[in-house]
């Protein structure tokens, strides 16, 4: 038995698995039965969230997974044994310095002989995060694990490539919706002939091939320069984001825009954006404030029990979370993956430290049983705290900057009513 096997499983199916399921409302994986069984795969996933990511797809399929990680997360011995022991391979950069990108001869190795044991290697051929909805262009480096792979078999190992797309409604916050849709597989034998006339061409075919099988699993704006836009109706304001982790739904709708919009819709999308960006103002809250929408009464009145015990529960943990989100985060890719890692080990914790507590000023074990219940449902009130308290400060901030800024608001508002206007014309 593989030495890690006990807590590589222990790890993604409690650890993950589970924790997955409490962070987020929903997650749903679309084309697993297309995960070849018998032979070693390559997952190729979109990166736009950081760790999120990584977990989503091992959580989602059965595979024993292997992952290349950038090399900046092995930083200490410990957490080298310990990123090992889940599976994870360093992987080196030209900005690690010229001299460690030769390291990765060995750990590319690692993974031809890893795939010959029909396991599987997630790369992300991205090569770095992005929060913005679209493909990027896919690296060389897997294209290399791959043919050399096949190569050291007589191209009789019958590997496969799966592109993956990861959609997310709302990629920085919990309790939201997650869509992992696994694409058609593509075999590297099939490239075969192709390589031993031209390798290179062989690996950009291979390139396009997965990309735009990534691109069929996933939002993808085709035009950069367009992305503003997209962001803004298909996203930011939008009533319901269902369509963002449908690729079937979002797709027309892209295409439909670009052929409603017009330069000036996109011009006028992309200063909203800046000019939200610059004083700090987060747009789809804005559109919730300006429209008066807000969660109905009977809900409250419903979860407030939940609500008040939430608030005892886990608002201690909330704010730690939240200030090394604020202080110590630059990179806001990262927020759900801190987020999610910190509320594992903190919101148990917050609980175990209460529960002693209780214990301790004599409630009965049967008393500690009701609390227990009670605080799984005191997960979803503590949701609808935190919502309301971020609408909360965003209505004081957004009039505020009104006071203050009234020639920038006024703009503001100008340019949110006319793509608001386009906006119904998209969905009509």
């Not at 090399?71 to 011995?77: E, M, N």
Request: net charge positive; hydrophobic share 45%.
């Amino acid at each position: 038995m593989r030495n890690n096997y006990l807590f590589y499983q222990f790890f993604r199916v409690i650890i993950t698995k589970w924790g997955l399921i409490f962070y987020y409302r929903k997650i749903r994986s679309i084309g697993r039965e297309k995960i070849p069984k018998k032979t070693p795969v390559m997952f190729i996933p979109n990166h736009q969230n950081s760790f999120m990511d990584a977990l989503l797809v091992v959580s989602t399929n059965w595979k024993y997974t292997f992952f290349l990680t950038r090399a900046q997360a092995f930083s200490s011995a410990f957490m080298r044994w310990f990123l090992e022991y889940l599976n994870m391979l360093p992987v080196y950069r030209v900005r690690d310095g010229i001299s460690s990108v030769t390291k990765n001869n060995a750990i590319f190795e690692r993974c031809i002989r890893m795939l010959e044991k029909n396991y599987a290697v997630l790369v992300f051929a991205e090569a770095n995060h992005n929060l913005n909805r679209r493909i990027r262009p896919l690296s060389k480096g897997f294209t290399r694990i791959a043919f050399d792979a096949e190569q050291q078999n007589n191209w009789d190992l019958n590997l496969h490539v799966v592109p993956i797309g990861v959609n997310y409604t709302r990629h920085k916050e919990s309790r939201n919706d997650v869509t992992v849709v696994y694409g058609d597989p593509i075999s590297i034998k099939k490239y075969q002939e192709l390589f031993q006339q031209d390798e290179r061409k062989a690996a950009n075919v291979l390139k396009n091939d997965v990309a735009k099988v990534m691109k069929a699993c996933t939002m993808h704006v085709q035009n950069a320069q367009h992305y503003f836009l997209h962001q803004l109706l298909l996203d930011d304001l939008a009533d319901d984001r269902s369509h963002l982790i449908d690729p079937k739904k979002v797709r027309p709708l892209n295409e439909n825009l670009d052929d409603l919009a017009s330069e000036e819709d996109y011009l006028a999308a992309q200063e909203l954006i800046e000019m939200s960006e610059k004083q700090h103002i987060d747009l789809s809250r804005v559109q919730e404030y300006t429209s008066g929408k807000q969660s109905p009464l009977w809900k409250k009145l419903l979860l407030s029990p939940f609500i008040l015990l939430g608030f005892l529960n886990f608002r201690i943990a909330y704010i730690l979370i939240d200030k090394v989100i604020q202080n110590t985060i630059k990179d806001h890719a990262f927020d759900a993956s801190i987020k999610f890692l910190l509320a594992v080990f903190l919101f148990p914790l917050s609980l175990v430290l209460i529960s002693f507590m209780l214990w301790i000023a004599g409630i009965s074990f049967e008393g500690l049983l009701i609390y227990w219940g009670t605080s799984f449902f005191s997960l979803f009130g503590f949701k609808e705290w935190v919502n309301s308290h971020k609408q909360r400060a965003h209505n004081r901030q957004w009039r505020e900057f009104a006071r203050n800024n009234a020639h920038l608001h006024a703009e503001m508002i100008e340019k949110l009513n006319r793509l608001l206007l386009l906006k119904q014309k998209l969905y009509s």
